[in-house]
């Protein structure tokens, strides 16, 4: 337990990815089965605890230290469960430290009653990293910085030519701690057997259109069919038979995450043999609802029958993986794209449909589709239309993101000018530079003019840009807090940024009202005084054009 | 009296000063030659008579190189004031040693029951484990000039750390110090600026402050540990930018302050320096005399090395 919580610690504070991936393949090199696969477990989110909640640890550190001093403290760290691990007192002779494996085994399997004292026991033979790692186990609070994706990868790492998609491909299928998966990465032991009946694919990601130099010349309309890009999320509704015959159904996020018990009222549409990828949407009164109104069903803990009525889920179909047990996936695209339209049509359930084509004869009439979807095909759903997918006629479907095969054309980002307040040192390779950028648009406040923030962006600019910014951001600090500095934003003097987003939603939490989606610098308007800057009714205008 | 060469301890400028022959030779390093009118070195053990029938003497606290805690004593009454000090073992300076006294003034620098210090060695393996596993990148440890960045020398040493140390310019004269003063340290070099880029694999220490300045970003993908008891509290640890954070402190813990105030046999504890309340609220339960002692002092020089920032958040409210 102490090697993995050291690991844990260590993540926790890297923030390089490659670094972590290091890190992460490291431990799984050195340590042994069952235990690693343990690790893998919990850091991918894999396990679940029944008995084992937060209260049962706050009767325990009451019933051993002084409540003064545990308020004093309390107050000092800032967290709870980091508290009691620093604070929980050495037993002197408890030396005998529990596996994770152990570990894990005991809080699925003790009895309620039990678990407390299991629980203490465990503390007391751990050191302060130790116990940290086991209270945020027990809490379910092991944000730790490595996603399962990244897991996943180092697992790969391990093995000779495997790739972080080959892992996933096997993934569902299996249970920790992992045993046939970690043989087969290391060349021992054959690839594992999924026997999950409605496994992950990991999804064919496109490339932005505008990366391909000159793309109207080089690429032939003619091998090319369009669709729209909807502003939903990407998901993979499968479905397969278990070796009983019984059908089983899941609902996927592009990352292989399984969203079923988000999604009931969607599961029970997912009543055939096969596996689509598509896009969920909210679709009422035939009409698709802005990914805001989508984003208000995601924010909801539990799924109530009014809240599934009030956000009707729904797949807009793209492609079609597998059709009752065969593998789609090496034909050509236009081919696969007959068969899902023959198969959504027998399908008949409403919460399913297909994902429109655009007909284009030359990428002029396609540009021409992409600045008005709503008279190019889009119609009452038009605002729900991110962009173009533009996929070759003969491309199979690929995992990861092939070069050449499918491309994104998004419509143009949303645009505004906004004025410098405040850098952060950024993390990684660019800890020494304030890279973390927040911007601010002006508004009528009590004394007069004002800029409130609203978004913070720190993508989008070279790195010779990232170098002159760094360079006005030393020179114009105005104020220090720690790794954040305040930079001069009079009306005169100071720093104009344009920012693209790719949207707006309403925002209690910000002060603006506003909360910007993947906002970046697009452009440093070196030119620009702050004062012509954009106003905030500038973005309430484009939170109303958004609806 | 001064009880060692940290800022927050020892300034320049007094009329007469009485202290260890290395916390003198420390000040001087620091301040000047002619950092006091007069001075008086005075060895560990040694009893000096001053005026008015007091006896004084020096006696080691096991902080840094030269630090003592200083014994006062009039007609049978004996008041130790503890200056910095710490329990665990430290190849750079002469072991605390337990006075017995009547009255303690103790530090309480890590005066809460969060503050338990692992084993210094323990602390160094992570960072040789690091140094290992990224060979190409260099390892940035950020410890304060006097004492902290000697330590982590010495303990590399001990870990069978075999190549050269280096160290950031400011640390340099401090660091040849301690080696002239017989404190065996290695190969130690300091960092030749136009040749960062070269020192992938290898330990450099230096001051906090330097690795958020520009003379970090020629370092080879640099990991930036930070060596401070302060690392113990993972909020801490970000807010000062650590990715490797260890916890090496040259203070005691809760633990020590608790083991040592009752090893002291003292019925009467002055708390300073830190988190008083928790110390004092500790020694009541201890059936102890105890009240903070709000010095009017010169801050924490740890502290002024570490930077001390509100949550960003709220620096930066949107
Ligand atoms: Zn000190
Ligand atoms: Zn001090």
Redesign the interface.
Same mark, same amino acid.
């Given at each position: 337990m102490n090697r993995f919580a050291a690991l844990l610690d260590r993540l926790a504070y890297e923030p390089r990815r490659n670094a972590k991936i290091r890190l992460m393949a490291d431990y799984f090199r050195e340590t042994e089965d069952p235990e690693r696969g343990y690790a893998l477990a919990a850091i991918t989110g894999a396990l679940t605890f029944r008995h084992a909640k937060p209260n049962v640890i706050r009767t325990l550190i009451e019933e051993r230290t002084d409540p003064y001093l545990f308020d004093l403290s309390r107050d000092f760290v800032g967290d709870t469960a980091e508290t009691i691990a620093l604070m929980w007192p050495a037993e002197r002779g408890s030396n005998y430290v529990p596996a994770l494996g152990e570990i894990i085994l005991g809080l699925q399997e003790t009895s309620k009653l039990d678990l407390p004292g299991q629980i203490a026991r465990w503390l007391d033979a751990l050191d302060e990293t130790g116990r940290w790692a086991l209270l945020k186990l027990i809490t379910g609070a092991l944000r730790i910085g490595a996603s399962a994706r990244l897991a996943k990868t180092a697992v790969a790492s391990l093995g000779e030519n495997i790739q972080p998609d080959d892992v996933e491909l096997v993934w569902h299928g299996l249970e920790p701690p992992y045993e046939t998966l970690f043989a087969w990465v290391e060349g021992r032991g054959p690839r594992p057997e999924t026997e999950n009946p409605a496994p992950f694919r990991p999804p064919m990601l496109a490339t932005a259109i505008e990366d391909t130099a000159n793309w109207r010349e080089a690429l032939d309309p003619a091998d090319f069919t369009a669709e729209w890009k909807w502003d939903g999320i990407r998901v993979q509704a499968a479905s397969g038979r278990d070796p009983e015959g019984t059908l089983s159904a899941r609902l996927y996020s592009r990352t292989g995450e399984d969203v079923s018990g988000a999604f009931p009222d969607l599961l029970g549409a997912i009543d055939f043999e096969g596996a689509i990828d598509g896009e969920l949407l909210i679709l009422k009164e035939g009409r698709v609802q802005s990914f805001n109104v989508l984003q208000q069903r995601l924010n909801r803990k539990a799924i109530t029958p009014k809240l599934m009525a009030d956000y009707p889920a729904h797949i807009r179909a793209y492609d079609l993986l597998v059709e009752g047990e065969e593998d789609l996936r090496g034909l050509p695209f236009a081919e696969r794209r007959i068969r899902l339209e023959n198969f959504i049509r027998r399908l008949g359930n409403p919460r399913i449909d297909l994902s429109p084509q655009v007909k284009f004869a030359d990428w002029n009439e396609l540009t021409a589709a992409r600045a008005d979807p709503a008279t190019g095909g889009a119609g009452v759903d038009a605002d729900a239309v991110e962009g173009l997918m533009l996929k070759r006629k003969d491309a199979p479907y690929v995992p990861g993101r092939p070069k050449g095969l499918w491309f994104k054309w998004k419509r143009d980002p949303f645009n505004v000018d906004a004025v410098l307040m405040y850098a952060q040192r950024g993390s990684g390779k660019r800890s020494s530079f304030y890279s973390d950028y927040t911007f601010g648009v002006w508004r009528s406040g009590d004394e007069g003019e004002e800029l409130v923030p609203v978004g913070k962006a720190y993508f989008g600019f070279t790195d010779e840009e990232l170098a002159e910014l760094d360079r006005f951001v030393r020179k114009n600090t105005i104020n220090r807090f720690g790794p954040v500095r305040e930079v001069t934003h009079e009306p005169d003097t100071g720093l104009v940024l344009e920012v693209a987003f790719e949207g707006l939603n309403r925002s209690t939490r910000h002060r603006s009202g506003v909360a910007m989606r993947f906002p970046r610098i697009s452009r440093i308007r070196w030119d620009k005084p702050p004062k012509e800057a954009d106003r905030i009714e500038h973005l309430e205008a484009l939170l109303r054009e958004a609806g | 009296m001064i009880t060692h060469g940290h800022s927050d301890h020892a300034r320049a400028g007094h009329g007469a000063v009485m202290a260890t022959p290395e916390t003198l030779r420390i000040m001087a390093l620091r301040y000047g030659e002619d950092f006091a009118r007069s001075v008086q070195p005075v060895e560990y053990g040694e009893i000096v008579k001053l005026k008015g029938g007091v006896q004084a003497s020096f006696h080691p606290a096991g902080h840094v190189l030269g630090s003592a805690q200083i014994l006062l004593e009039w007609k049978g009454f004996r008041a130790v004031i503890s200056g910095d000090y710490k329990r665990e073992r430290d190849p750079t300076c002469a072991p605390f040693t337990v006075i017995p006294c009547d009255l303690f003034i103790t530090e309480a620098t890590f005066g809460? *029951? &969060?503050? =338990?210090h *692992?084993p210094a060695r323990d602390e160094i393996a992570?960072l040789v484990d $690091?140094a290992e %596993?990224?060979p190409e990148r260099a390892h940035l440890v950020g410890a304060y000039s006097l004492g902290k960045a000697q330590r982590l020398m010495a303990l590399l040493r001990e870990a069978g750390w075999q190549r050269p140390i280096y160290m950031h310019g400011a640390m340099v004269r401090i660091s040849e110090f301690y080696k002239a003063e017989g404190v065996p340290l290695g190969d130690i070099r300091p960092v030749v600026l136009d040749e960062r880029k070269k020192l992938g694999g290898e330990i450099v220490i230096c001051p906090p402050s330097a690795l958020?300045?520009?003379w $970090?970003?020629k370092f080879p993908?640099p990991v $930036?540990a930070m060596a401070s008891g302060w690392m /113990? &509290? /993972?909020?801490r640890? =970000?807010?000062n930018?650590?990715? %490797? *954070?260890l916890v090496i402190s040259d203070h005691a813990d809760w633990?020590d302050l608790g083991r040592t105030i009752l090893d002291t046999g003292a019925q009467e504890i002055w708390v300073t320096h830190g988190?008083e309340?928790?110390l004092v609220?500790?020694c009541e339960?201890q059936g102890l005399k105890a009240k903070p002692l709000h010095l009017l002092g010169y801050g924490d020089e740890e502290a002024e090395e570490l930077?001390? +920032? +509100?949550e +960003?958040s709220?620096?930066? *409210?949107?």
């Amino acid at each position: 337990m102490n090697r993995f919580a050291a690991l844990l610690d260590r993540l926790a504070y890297e923030p390089r990815r490659n670094a972590k991936i290091r890190l992460m393949a490291d431990y799984f090199r050195e340590t042994e089965d069952p235990e690693r696969g343990y690790a893998l477990a919990a850091i991918t989110g894999a396990l679940t605890f029944r008995h084992a909640k937060p209260n049962v640890i706050r009767t325990l550190i009451e019933e051993r230290t002084d409540p003064y001093l545990f308020d004093l403290s309390r107050d000092f760290v800032g967290d709870t469960a980091e508290t009691i691990a620093l604070m929980w007192p050495a037993e002197r002779g408890s030396n005998y430290v529990p596996a994770l494996g152990e570990i894990i085994l005991g809080l699925q399997e003790t009895s309620k009653l039990d678990l407390p004292g299991q629980i203490a026991r465990w503390l007391d033979a751990l050191d302060e990293t130790g116990r940290w790692a086991l209270l945020k186990l027990i809490t379910g609070a092991l944000r730790i910085g490595a996603s399962a994706r990244l897991a996943k990868t180092a697992v790969a790492s391990l093995g000779e030519n495997i790739q972080p998609d080959d892992v996933e491909l096997v993934w569902h299928g299996l249970e920790p701690p992992y045993e046939t998966l970690f043989a087969w990465v290391e060349g021992r032991g054959p690839r594992p057997e999924t026997e999950n009946p409605a496994p992950f694919r990991p999804p064919m990601l496109a490339t932005a259109i505008e990366d391909t130099a000159n793309w109207r010349e080089a690429l032939d309309p003619a091998d090319f069919t369009a669709e729209w890009k909807w502003d939903g999320i990407r998901v993979q509704a499968a479905s397969g038979r278990d070796p009983e015959g019984t059908l089983s159904a899941r609902l996927y996020s592009r990352t292989g995450e399984d969203v079923s018990g988000a999604f009931p009222d969607l599961l029970g549409a997912i009543d055939f043999e096969g596996a689509i990828d598509g896009e969920l949407l909210i679709l009422k009164e035939g009409r698709v609802q802005s990914f805001n109104v989508l984003q208000q069903r995601l924010n909801r803990k539990a799924i109530t029958p009014k809240l599934m009525a009030d956000y009707p889920a729904h797949i807009r179909a793209y492609d079609l993986l597998v059709e009752g047990e065969e593998d789609l996936r090496g034909l050509p695209f236009a081919e696969r794209r007959i068969r899902l339209e023959n198969f959504i049509r027998r399908l008949g359930n409403p919460r399913i449909d297909l994902s429109p084509q655009v007909k284009f004869a030359d990428w002029n009439e396609l540009t021409a589709a992409r600045a008005d979807p709503a008279t190019g095909g889009a119609g009452v759903d038009a605002d729900a239309v991110e962009g173009l997918m533009l996929k070759r006629k003969d491309a199979p479907y690929v995992p990861g993101r092939p070069k050449g095969l499918w491309f994104k054309w998004k419509r143009d980002p949303f645009n505004v000018d906004a004025v410098l307040m405040y850098a952060q040192r950024g993390s990684g390779k660019r800890s020494s530079f304030y890279s973390d950028y927040t911007f601010g648009v002006w508004r009528s406040g009590d004394e007069g003019e004002e800029l409130v923030p609203v978004g913070k962006a720190y993508f989008g600019f070279t790195d010779e840009e990232l170098a002159e910014l760094d360079r006005f951001v030393r020179k114009n600090t105005i104020n220090r807090f720690g790794p954040v500095r305040e930079v001069t934003h009079e009306p005169d003097t100071g720093l104009v940024l344009e920012v693209a987003f790719e949207g707006l939603n309403r925002s209690t939490r910000h002060r603006s009202g506003v909360a910007m989606r993947f906002p970046r610098i697009s452009r440093i308007r070196w030119d620009k005084p702050p004062k012509e800057a954009d106003r905030i009714e500038h973005l309430e205008a484009l939170l109303r054009e958004a609806g | 009296m001064i009880t060692h060469g940290h800022s927050d301890h020892a300034r320049a400028g007094h009329g007469a000063v009485m202290a260890t022959p290395e916390t003198l030779r420390i000040m001087a390093l620091r301040y000047g030659e002619d950092f006091a009118r007069s001075v008086q070195p005075v060895e560990y053990g040694e009893i000096v008579k001053l005026k008015g029938g007091v006896q004084a003497s020096f006696h080691p606290a096991g902080h840094v190189l030269g630090s003592a805690q200083i014994l006062l004593e009039w007609k049978g009454f004996r008041a130790v004031i503890s200056g910095d000090y710490k329990r665990e073992r430290d190849p750079t300076c002469a072991p605390f040693t337990v006075i017995p006294c009547d009255l303690f003034i103790t530090e309480a620098t890590f005066g809460l *029951p &969060v503050f =338990r210090h *692992p084993p210094a060695r323990d602390e160094i393996a992570k960072l040789v484990d $690091s140094a290992e %596993l990224f060979p190409e990148r260099a390892h940035l440890v950020g410890a304060y000039s006097l004492g902290k960045a000697q330590r982590l020398m010495a303990l590399l040493r001990e870990a069978g750390w075999q190549r050269p140390i280096y160290m950031h310019g400011a640390m340099v004269r401090i660091s040849e110090f301690y080696k002239a003063e017989g404190v065996p340290l290695g190969d130690i070099r300091p960092v030749v600026l136009d040749e960062r880029k070269k020192l992938g694999g290898e330990i450099v220490i230096c001051p906090p402050s330097a690795l958020q300045e520009l003379w $970090s970003r020629k370092f080879p993908d640099p990991v $930036s540990a930070m060596a401070s008891g302060w690392m /113990r &509290v /993972r909020a801490r640890a =970000r807010q000062n930018g650590a990715e %490797l *954070p260890l916890v090496i402190s040259d203070h005691a813990d809760w633990d020590d302050l608790g083991r040592t105030i009752l090893d002291t046999g003292a019925q009467e504890i002055w708390v300073t320096h830190g988190a008083e309340e928790a110390l004092v609220h500790w020694c009541e339960t201890q059936g102890l005399k105890a009240k903070p002692l709000h010095l009017l002092g010169y801050g924490d020089e740890e502290a002024e090395e570490l930077a001390k +920032p +509100p949550e +960003p958040s709220e620096a930066a *409210p949107i």
